[in-house]
């Protein structure tokens, strides 16, 4: 079993930047993708960025153009979400999650379909 606890989510300004954190405990050596997804009001969930624990293999959402940066410290076991250059339409319930399963790899996973555990969320708002 695995524990994912989110951080970091507060409210800003649209420009400024924050750093999420997804703290992972229990048998964390068995996970092999970690990533964020969120929720907009009145929108589905969505994959953002995540990576193999592994490492060498990340994914971001094109649509971000480059302003998040997911990342992962393993003797931490922590995960993480640079964001920068927020606007208004980032503001969403940010979630943390993590599978044991290779199945599909980092696209399946991004999609949400193989995530086996999730954090409770962090809400982040930015305001124009």
């Known amino acids: 079993q695995v524990h994912l606890v989110e951080s970091g989510g507060v409210s800003v300004q649209a420009g400024g930047s924050l750093r999420l954190s997804c703290a992972a405990s229990?048998?964390?050596?068995?996970?092999?993708?970690m990533g964020w997804f969120r929720q907009a009001p009145g929108k589905e969930r969505e994959g953002i960025a995540a990576?193999?624990?592994?490492?060498?293999?990340?994914y971001h959402d094109p649509s971000l153009k480059g302003r998040f940066t997911v990342s992962l410290d393993n003797t931490q076991n922590t995960l993480y979400l640079q964001m920068d250059t927020l606007t208004p339409e980032d503001t969403a319930i940010y979630y943390c999650?993590?599978?044991?399963?290779?199945?599909?790899?980092?696209?399946?996973?991004?999609?949400?379909?193989?995530?086996?555990?999730w954090g409770q969320g962090t809400q982040v708002t930015v305001s124009s």
């Open positions: 999650a993590a599978t044991n399963s290779r199945a599909g790899g980092l696209p399946r996973f991004i999609l949400g379909s193989s995530a086996d555990y």
């Open positions: 229990g048998r964390t050596d068995r996970l092999i993708y």
């Open positions: 990576l193999y624990t592994g490492g060498g293999s990340t």
